[in-house]
């Protein structure tokens, strides 16, 4: 049996951290949290998820940098990211995609959408 993908969910808002988690559990994923950049990249160092899910906006360490610090490490350079916020200007999406991102997803969101997202990530490393 094949083991459940680990996920990082990096979001300041209690709420939406909540609501994706759950969702992301009831479609059989292992679902960590953390609520700031900083707590991301600990967990990162503590626990390597398969993928990770940033908002861009958050306080103490934003998604961007927290992107950037992740691919510093040579654990973690090359974990897939889907970032999901509210910033859904050309500029800020093709920078996040210049950076390096997997996929870029503006709320509000559709949940199943995310999980396709997730799905399609997962099978194009497979296809590598």
Do not use: C, H, W
Not at 85 to 91: A, G, I, L, S
Not at 112 to 123: E, K
Request: proline letters at 5%.
């Amino acid at each position: 049996m094949e083991k459940l993908k680990k996920i990082l969910i990096v979001e300041d808002e209690d709420g939406i951290r909540a609501f994706v988690k759950a969702y992301l559990e009831s479609e059989g994923f292992e679902v960590l949290e953390a609520s700031n950049g900083k707590e991301g990249l600990d967990v990162v160092l503590k626990e390597t998820p398969d993928l990770i899910i940033t908002d861009i906006m958050m306080p103490v360490m934003d998604g961007i940098e927290f992107f950037k610090e992740v691919r510093k490490l040579p654990e973690a350079k090359d974990l897939p990211v889907i970032m999901l916020t509210v910033k859904d200007e050309f500029n800020d999406i093709k920078y996040a995609y210049l950076l390096g991102v997997e996929e870029y997803i503006t709320k509000p969101f559709d949940p199943s959408l995310l999980v396709s997202r997730i799905r399609q990530v997962f099978a194009s490393e497979k296809s590598v």
